[in-house]
């Protein structure tokens, strides 16, 4: 189910010349798109709430502590998008065995030559904004797979201390196999500390992707934006192989 | 020596009564409940004098400062008295070579037996010289001590976890003591440990004869499973998110959560919300002063006292984490912002390139 091959005239030209044809591939399958949305409104409650729970500010006054829970409700809705987020994750993990050739987990790492030769290419053209020489990969451009490699590993890592803080008010046995970070970090204090610094990871990654996803599609025009609500991406025809 | 504890009380003129007494709070203090009672009482008509040691290395004695005040005099009375508590540098009357001659007698007189409790962290740098008794390094007395020892146990933080002295730079190389002996050590932390806690240890150890119950760090379970917070009286405003903003404002005076005064409660392990403090007063944040986490490894190098996240290294004592983050991510966005300007003045050349292209191509 990779391409459906209806070639689309380039609307973007219209002085007379033969138009550049492309085709519509569909990249992205219904599991990663939903793990992508899934993904992005927890990681987006996780860090709000997760930012709340270190500076909460007075949101509701009420004279006496019956009156109202709203930070109890803040972090229960940390821990909800947490198990979201773990499970989710999980599913996707699963995708990356069986699904299309875009999901496939070795995608995220640059393992061929012709992979980190697209790193190369793709922060020149991200960072010194020059022109890309050549096609660009139709999933995953291979700089920006890598980057999602990072980010599954602090997430693990954010996934442990959240766990490792979890654990002793919770009786699911799920973090309290994480509970060995607390004296490795130095107890709790290390544990919060570094679940306080990846946060601030995931805050720089959100704004960086969400940018670079806009600036691929403002240069390209290959429906980077929309792919990840209908799955379809274009690829010039003489580029597909 | 050779007296079962009943004995000893009965000779120091206790009532058959007072000793009952005594083996109803000494049950209770073991965690043993009202059912316990015949059962202490059985041990203690038997069970001998167990000889103690009570070894004070790099410390400030705010330990025995506080064992001396435990709630309950009639349990404490008791076992000063039913304890053979042989060697102590605070307490006891003899000094000197008298001193040594107790220790080393107690040690060859009851191998296997007695009970070693330790004050204090052990400096091991340059020799062992910066803590030195009757000519030998702490570390030498502790081997003594701890090598036919039936129990070992840590007093306070500094025997637990090192408290200040272990602080960085660590200049003694101050040592928990359990990094030391091969043998099981119960850490008691705290600066100090709660008098009740102790006591209760010491019970245990005396009406069981077994280590109770430990967890990962070795800290008896029944005072050091949950955390300050969990079971603090403020607790509910936590919930509620009301928080004291400032000292001696409105909400301090209501009580509020001490959270964002940098109450260190929430990582903290220990009974002081439960048992309280001085015949149980009162603690810390019952007083209105957020907990310093004086029974948490490394409490004094994630300071400040007063924020709740420990300064971010290298950059000074009022930068947190959160205050690192903040700033690196107004800087991404700055510069996302900057490059979105220059993409946009760079389109419309873009857009004539692909033309451009596209012209040749076709």
Redesign the interface.
């Known amino acids: 189910m990779s391409t459906s091959g209806e070639p689309v005239q380039?609307i973007?030209?219209s002085n007379g010349?033969?138009?550049?044809e492309y085709r519509r591939v569909y990249v992205w399958e219904l599991p990663v798109r939903a793990y992508h949305w899934i993904n992005a409104t927890a990681l987006v409650a996780l860090c709000i709430t997760g930012?709340l729970i270190?500076?909460?500010f007075?949101?509701?006054y009420?004279?006496e502590?019956?009156?109202?829970?709203?930070?109890?409700w803040?972090?229960f809705i940390h821990f909800v998008s947490a198990w979201i987020y773990i499970m989710n994750f999980m599913a996707r993990l699963y995708w990356g065995f069986v699904g299309n050739k875009y999901a496939r987990l070795k995608t995220f790492l640059p393992l061929t030559r012709a992979q980190r030769h697209e790193i190369v290419e793709v922060i020149k053209a991200d960072v010194l904004?020059t022109?890309m020489h050549g096609p660009i990969s139709t999933g995953h451009n291979a700089l920006a797979a890598f980057i999602y490699f990072i980010t599954f590993i602090v997430f693990l890592l954010q996934m442990i201390t959240g766990f490792a803080l979890y654990s002793?008010?919770s009786t699911s046995s799920l973090p309290r196999l994480f509970?060995?970070a607390?004296?490795l970090l130095?107890?709790?204090?290390?544990v919060?500390?570094w679940h306080?610094?990846f946060?601030?990871f995931f805050?720089?990654f959100v704004?960086?992707h969400v940018?670079l996803a806009f600036?691929h599609d403002?240069?390209e025009?290959r429906a980077t934006i929309s792919s990840i609500v209908g799955g379809w991406k274009f690829e010039r025809v003489?580029d597909v192989k | 020596m050779g007296q079962s504890i009943w004995q000893s009380m009965e000779r120091k003129g206790y009532s058959r009564r007072e000793f009952l007494q005594f083996c109803a709070a000494a049950a209770t203090a073991a965690g043993m409940g009202q059912a316990g009672v015949a059962q202490v009482a059985a041990a203690f008509e038997k069970k001998e004098k167990p000889a103690v040691v009570w070894m004070h290395f790099q410390e400030c004695t705010c330990c025995s400062e506080s064992f001396i005040r435990a709630s309950h005099p009639i349990v404490l009375d008791a076992l000063l008295d039913v304890l053979s508590l042989n060697y102590t540098e605070t307490l006891m009357a003899a000094s000197g070579f008298q001193a040594e001659k107790s220790l080393n007698d107690t040690i060859q007189n009851n191998k296997g037996k007695y009970i070693v409790l330790v004050e204090g962290a052990v400096p091991t740098h340059d020799g062992g010289v910066y803590c030195m008794i009757g000519g030998k390094t702490a570390e030498s007395i502790l081997q003594t001590v701890a090598k036919d020892a039936a129990a070992i146990v840590a007093w306070g933080s500094c025997a637990s976890n090192g408290c200040v002295q272990a602080a960085k730079p660590n200049p003694t190389g101050a040592t928990p003591i359990s990094k030391l002996v091969d043998k099981p050590v119960i850490n008691v932390p705290g600066c100090p440990p709660i008098a009740d806690v102790m006591m209760a240890v010491v019970t245990h150890l005396l009406v069981l004869g077994q280590v109770p119950a430990l967890d990962s760090l070795n800290r008896p379970k029944e005072f050091y499973g949950r955390r300050v917070h969990d079971t603090c009286y403020r607790r509910p405003n936590y919930d509620a998110g009301l928080f004291v903003e400032s000292w001696d404002d409105e909400n301090a005076r209501r009580g509020y959560c001490l959270y964002k005064m940098g109450c260190k409660g929430p990582v903290t392990y220990n009974a002081c919300s439960v048992v309280k403090w001085n015949e149980g007063t009162s603690y810390p944040i019952q007083s209105g002063h957020g907990c310093i986490g004086c029974s948490e490894d490394g409490f004094w190098d994630n300071g400040p006292f007063y924020h709740h996240l420990p300064s971010f290294p290298g950059f000074g004592v009022e930068s947190t984490a959160d205050t690192i983050g903040t700033l690196v991510g107004v800087a991404t966005l700055a510069g996302v912002a900057a490059h979105a300007v220059v993409t946009n003045v760079r389109k419309q050349k873009v857009i004539a390139e692909v033309h451009a292209e596209e012209q040749k191509e076709s």
Do not use: S
């Open positions: 380039d973007f030209r010349h033969a138009p550049t930012y270190g500076h909460p007075h949101l509701l009420a004279p502590a019956y009156q109202q829970y709203w930070f109890g803040v972090r904004q022109k002793n008010m509970m060995w607390v004296p130095g107890g709790e204090f290390g919060r500390f306080h610094i946060l601030w805050v720089c704004i960086i940018y600036y403002y240069i025009g003489k």
